[in-house]
């Protein structure tokens, strides 16, 4: 069924392109994009439009790195860096997620907040808890979001009560995780996640990497946040040349058949880099994570300029909001300060390059997600901007520069979803 909606209409052809189509027509049947036309196309004109009148119309965002037992204490411990906050807040509050009493609270709260938010697509870290996991799974595909989902794995370096037994067990309640979840959602799907290096012993990889290859799932961890965490990195794999050859080593650092999502990625150097494009592995950026936690500001516009695949991440709860607009926000800001304080020759990101982050950036790690091109999956949010009043008239590009760094989720009027639309009330 062919569907049209009419309003201001915004979305990236190339990382410093925007395109935009002022009251234009975006048409779209099922879930696929078949056009945008600044006038009424004739071959559609017995087709039902919905008119958004001056609203913005643009692809739904996209958060390649979150952790959804996380946001029940966002906000709190930024005076602290990552492994001391992993300590004293993240590893005491995923303890709770053994209790699922305790899950359903938490992740009705996050869903409910993921589902109101401009965020189309997610890769998700949850706890090593099955239970829970499953249940954020469910909760998830309620939300009408498409998600990837990690049930967390860790063996060694961490506290007994969120430690597996050993990789042999956590290779089985991953395998047991991944038979019941792989086929039984239509929009959430499981992705396999060693917290990171640290906490994973060497035969847990190894079992991970067979679980990779017999199902065919994409992988996602953390790499290079923290300076202590890579000399921690260095102490454990004294035999790898770079943090990104620890996970190299395993097979779980991208290459053919594993896509793979690295967060942070805030001190790779130019070995790391070499091999990230070699591989293709995405980058999740986390700006407010690495700002809170104090870990540093990633070579975003170094990353980019090796051809590297960017998208963006809220990385709750080392970041305060959900919000993707934050992100780019953020991005933008963190890109300022890199070419200001550290290396003048990688110039700032534009608004432009910061929506393409947002947007279809990581939205390709999805497939042809994250614009209103021919052929794209449709994912779309409608924004009243009308709320931010301002006694000056202004183009769509200001406008959409203002949602970006002033707007919440409350000016979002409509979300579409692989050509559905999320039931917002």
Not at 36 to 41: G, L
Not at 314 to 331: E, P, Q
Request: aromatic fraction near 12%; proline fraction near 4%.
């Amino acid at each position: 069924m062919i569907t049209i909606l009419k309003g201001n209409i915004c979305y990236s052809e190339a990382p410093d392109k925007l395109k935009i189509v002022e009251h234009g027509y975006l048409v779209y049947s099922e879930n696929q994009v078949l056009g945008v036309y600044s006038e009424f196309p004739e071959d559609y004109l017995y087709f039902k439009i919905t008119d958004y009148g001056d609203y913005l119309i643009i692809p739904g965002l996209c958060d390649l790195h979150t952790h959804a037992p996380q946001y029940s204490f966002r906000g709190l411990g930024t005076d602290l860096e990552l492994l001391d906050w992993l300590g004293r807040y993240t590893y005491p509050e995923e303890s709770k997620y053994a209790q699922l009493d305790y899950a359903v609270k938490a992740y009705n709260i996050f869903t409910n907040a993921i589902k109101h938010s401009a965020t189309t697509r997610a890769c998700i870290f949850a706890t090593l808890h099955t239970p829970a996991t499953v249940y954020l799974m469910e909760k998830l595909e309620q939300s009408g979001i498409v998600s990837m989902v990690g049930k967390v794995n860790m063996d060694r370096n961490c506290p007994a009560i969120l430690r597996q037994a050993d990789a042999k067990a956590a290779y089985n309640a991953a395998r047991s995780w991944i038979l019941d979840t792989k086929d039984r959602f239509d929009n959430t799907s499981p992705i396999i996640t060693p917290r990171f290096i640290p906490t994973c012993s060497d035969e847990l990889m190894r079992n991970l990497k067979q679980l990779q290859e017999e199902y065919a799932l994409p992988v996602q961890s953390h790499l290079s946040e923290n300076m202590d965490e890579i000399a921690w990195v260095k102490e454990l794999c004294p035999q790898c040349e770079t943090y990104s050859h620890a996970y190299q080593q395993f097979g779980l650092f991208g290459g053919s058949g594993v896509p793979t999502v690295m967060a942070h990625c805030v001190w790779c150097n130019d070995r790391e880099i070499d091999l990230m494009t070699q591989n293709n592995v995405y980058v999740a950026h986390c700006p407010q994570s690495n700002f809170n936690l104090a870990s540093g500001i990633a070579p975003v516009r170094k990353y980019l300029k090796h051809g590297i695949n960017v998208g963006l991440g809220s990385d709750v709860a080392g970041g305060c909001h959900l919000s993707i607009f934050r992100a780019m926000s953020d991005a933008m800001q963190a890109s300022n300060l890199y070419w200001r304080l550290i290396d003048n020759l990688y110039e700032p990101l534009s608004l432009e390059e910061a929506f393409y982050l947002g947007t279809r950036g990581g939205g390709s790690f999805f497939g042809n997600v994250g614009s209103f091109e021919k052929g794209y999956e449709f994912d779309a949010v409608v924004i009243d901007d009308s709320k931010l009043l301002t006694t000056n008239p202004l183009s769509i590009r200001e406008r959409l520069s203002r949602v970006i760094y002033c707007s919440d989720d409350s000016a979002i009027r409509a979300k579409y979803v692989r050509g559905k639309q999320v039931e917002l009330t």
